[in-house]
């Protein structure tokens, strides 16, 4: 059975990232301000300064082997 959408596909992209004190929205990739130590990963909002997101390696998800 397939799904049918009913209105308008968003335009957005789902790789979108949102600051949640300012509403600024756009790719990490595009404009985000990405701070790396090599072992902890820190995005920043251009806009506010609010960090989105922080994460160290070992909180990362690791790819799962196969057997």
């Given at each position: 059975m397939n799904?049918?959408?009913s209105g308008?596909?968003?335009s957005r992209r789902k790789s979108v990232l949102?600051?949640?004190e300012c509403?600024?929205?756009n790719?990490?990739?595009e404009g985000w301000l990405v701070?790396?130590?090599g072992e902890e990963r820190t995005i920043v909002c251009?806009?506010?300064g609010h960090v989105a997101d922080h994460r160290t390696e070992r909180s990362a998800p690791s790819p799962k082997?196969?057997?």
């Open positions: 799904a049918v959408a308008p596909r968003s949102f600051c949640a509403s600024f929205q790719p990490v990739s701070v790396s130590d251009p806009e506010c082997r196969a057997d």
